[in-house]
């Protein structure tokens, strides 16, 4: 059996779970990574910046490898490891123009992985433990506005990116949290 896409006897994926502690790991540290690293662009921020949409890109896969498995749709899964996949493009060529152009190219990014993340949390809800998966994707689609506003701003900076990723991982947190409790209650 392929462990990747195990499920328990309550049909909860067990790969989500796993799959939104890591996230919320990864996100812990790169948050903290770009932090310190934040007020240029540097080799290490660039790195991280590029880094972050690829492990969305990876968690996708994985994620629509589960879906697929049990059964459920992986469309906006798709549409996630797409979006994701052009970011890093995007991200790649807006460093070279500064951080105004990064943090216009990553607003536009967490706007629509924000929309794909909530339709995917709604579309889930019946699984337990998708509302912060819902609000987190409503906060991102906000956040990614306020990105967009900060690039025109006299000191545009990268730290907001950090908190905007720790953030994001917390709801994933929660969610592998409600996730356990609900494979818990269907034992």
Known sequence: ???????????????????????FAFAAVWAVLLFTAADTL???S????????????????VDARSARANGTTATPLYANIVISSLTVVGLALAATSGIPAVLRV???W??????????AGAIR???GGQWAMIASGA???????????????DDPSL??????????????????????????HQA
């Open 1 to 23: 059996m392929d462990t990747l896409v195990a499920t328990t006897s309550g049909s909860i994926p067990v790969t989500l779970r796993k799959l939104y502690f890591l996230r």
């Open 42 to 44: 540097g080799p290490l």
């Open 46 to 61: 660039v790195t991280l910046l590029l880094i972050y949409p690829l492990f969305d890109v990876a968690a996708a896969v």
């Open 106 to 108: 990553w607003g536009a």
């Open 110 to 119: 967490a706007v629509t992985a924000g929309l794909v993340q909530l339709i």
């Open 125 to 127: 809800r019946k699984l």
């Open 139 to 153: 906060i991102s689609t906000i956040a990614g506005t306020s990105f967009i506003a900060q690039a025109g701003s």
């Open 159 to 184: 730290k907001n990116l950090a908190g905007y990723a720790f953030l994001g991982g917390v709801f994933f947190l929660v969610s592998a949290f409600r996730l356990n409790s609900a494979a818990r």
